[in-house]
DNA sequence: TATGTTTATGAAAATGTTTTCATAGTTGAA
DNA sequence: TTCAACTATGAAAACATTTTCATAAACATA
């Protein structure tokens, strides 16, 4: 039943290490006896035991994701788990495994990088994550390899939306279509990204000769529908509505969309609304909503690849961005 | 750094046998001694390498979760995300991390067995799987405890939302209402979830004294928004609506309606809706939609639980099925 | 052919635990 | 006090690999 390493090296006469070598293309074997060893495995399905390579080697195919405690943010939420999912496909095709690491293990309180010691895992991915909590820095300065997405953090490499194009594609596309008053329903400011998307909103009404209005300026403190309905109130106190808006998170848009609606103004005649993500259903949401797309394909794959990079030592570089596009995707709600 | 069970036996001039005895709660020591070392062990935060120690008792905290490749179900699908989440948060917090099992590792095809036999995963959760996947079912008659969500296999305890009732519960629904024509749109059926809707629908209709008329039955082919709008049509093929509608899934509900109210039908006046899931986005949807919520928290913490028994040897039963009721959530759409 | 050099192989050590077993120490009964 | 019966401790083996190092074999050079 279960084949170890001396099963395949008796049964072809050999040392075990001859059998180690051979299997793991290391120098030192004849060709012949590479060839030969290869077959016989393969033939019996051998597999060494991941367990006992890993103790004795201390590297190990093993990436952990981490997902903050904090923000309670989990596998539920559509935008991280297609960016895992994503992630998880591409790194499995390479031959890695994930895990999650995690803050309690065997009963016992630990931290991530203790976790990532124990089980020896050499390279995290940092998924939803605030960058200042304690644990994550630890963990970011570790020997362990790190990259985030949607987070920056010295000493790490990000792969992020381009969230301040993104914003600007969307304000461009108001002003051409003759909008002079756009507002930005924000998300919660502490997240980058929506500061960032503000910026890029800001700059782009001023490179097209626009005035920044703060009053225009709404921040919803979640990203959720709820808020969104809140923020709608706050907008509909304005003296007179701005025609356009642009609103940081899909399920906000939505929120307020159907908010602004109930109250009997007509998307996208009154008001017109661009969201930002593209969660999939805001093709069924009526109106279907105009988003920019973030590519979480790309963004998944693109942590992978760097990480895999930074595990094979193939390269040195451990900090900088990555900047994905976001593409701007028309529907009901600007038409 | 890196901290072994020499340093604290050196440290304490003991044995690293009567540390790992101390820290395991193993007898053989005295309580004294056993005081003595948990003290100064977690002094030094000193965890026990899990790779050796998995080496040498080849019992792990690592389970295992088995998405099935064939249906590409992932992890973006919301209710699988949704029941995962709640299986991970209940299993880490009885100290068991876990992994994805993978047919693919080191570059090599594995099949799910000898991945767990080689990585020492013990238990794992079959998510979404056909039953009748050859690797499926050498895993499940394996030493590898299983449990799984909503499929059936000899040999197998499943734990899956009470689909027969909760069609039945939104038939009653209906004909309580005074509608005599209900139709079912159903998922395909192929999954295991749509022939027992059907057969609760199906049996509630007769025992509310009502006949089955099989054009009323309608096949989507997929769990999808499109494959419901496609269903909608063939329903309005019948020569006259009835008023009533259960659909089998959620998406399908919202793809069915969206394609009924462009064709002038009004919903809930000339057609009442129910779907199933309660996914969060019907809600927000327009109509917002009645349906069978699932307790996808129950359904993924009863698989722990069950799982967590078959490893610690707490239960013999490896077999049977746990029903998870299922809620009726009444919306617009039946208004 | 003799010598030096490279190459292939295997023996043994090492990885960090847990477990078994022998031994020293303690306790209790006679 | 003596002997039996526990109890607490530690030494060593075991888990399944990989790696180092010594040695034997093969090869090349003079």
Redesign the interface.
């Known amino acids: 039943m279960?084949k170890t390493i001396y099963d395949v090296a008796n049964a072809l006469g050999v040392a075990p290490s001859t059998v180690s070598k051979a299997l793991n293309n290391a120098p030192g074997v004849s060709a012949k006896m590479r060839r030969k060893v290869q077959k016989y495995a393969s033939e019996i399905?051998y597999?060494?035991?991941?367990?006992?390579s890993?103790?004795k080697t201390k590297k190990s195919?093993?990436i952990g994701i981490v997902f903050s405690e904090q923000l309670n943010i989990?596998?539920?939420h559509?935008f991280f788990?297609?960016i895992?999912?994503a992630f998880?496909?591409y790194v499995?095709?390479?031959?890695y495994?994930?895990?999650?690491v995690?803050s309690?293990?065997?009963?016992?309180d630990?931290t991530y990088l203790?976790f990532c010691?124990?089980?020896?895992i050499s390279g995290v991915l940092i998924l939803a994550c605030l960058p200042d909590d304690p644990h994550i820095t630890e963990l970011i300065n570790s020997s362990v390899h790190c990259v985030s997405t949607d987070t920056y953090s010295d000493n790490l490499f990000t792969v992020m939306s381009d969230n301040r194009t993104g914003a600007a594609l969307a304000v461009r596309f108001f002003v051409e279509r003759g909008h002079t008053r756009v507002a930005y329903i924000s998300g919660p400011k502490e997240a980058i990204a929506c500061r960032e998307r503000e910026e890029g909103y800001r700059n782009e009404l001023i490179s097209q000769g626009l005035q920044v209005d703060e009053n225009l300026i709404i921040e919803s403190k979640e990203f959720s529908?709820e808020h969104g309905h809140e923020a709608a109130y706050r907008f509909m106190e304005l003296d007179s509505y701005p025609s356009a808006v642009f609103v940081a998170s899909d399920e906000i848009a939505?929120?307020f969309t159907?908010c602004l609606r109930s109250n009997g103004l007509r998307i996208p005649q009154d008001v017109q609304i661009i969201g930002f993500d593209d969660i999939p259903?805001v093709q069924?949401?009526?109106p279907s909503l105009s988003t920019l797309r973030q590519n979480t394909t790309e963004l998944g794959v693109s942590a992978a690849k760097k990480l895999i990079d930074l595990m094979d030592a193939a390269t040195e570089e451990k900090t900088g961005v990555k900047y994905i596009p976001v593409e701007l995707i028309e529907r009901e709600s600007t038409k």
Request: hydrophobic share 35%.
């Open positions: 279960k399905r597999f060494p035991n991941a367990t006992a890993k103790l195919y093993a989990g596998l539920e559509n788990s297609r895992l999912q998880k496909t499995e095709k390479e031959g495994e994930i895990s999650f995690i309690n293990y065997a009963k016992q630990i203790e010691v124990q089980k020896n529908f939505m929120g159907k259903f069924y949401f009526e």
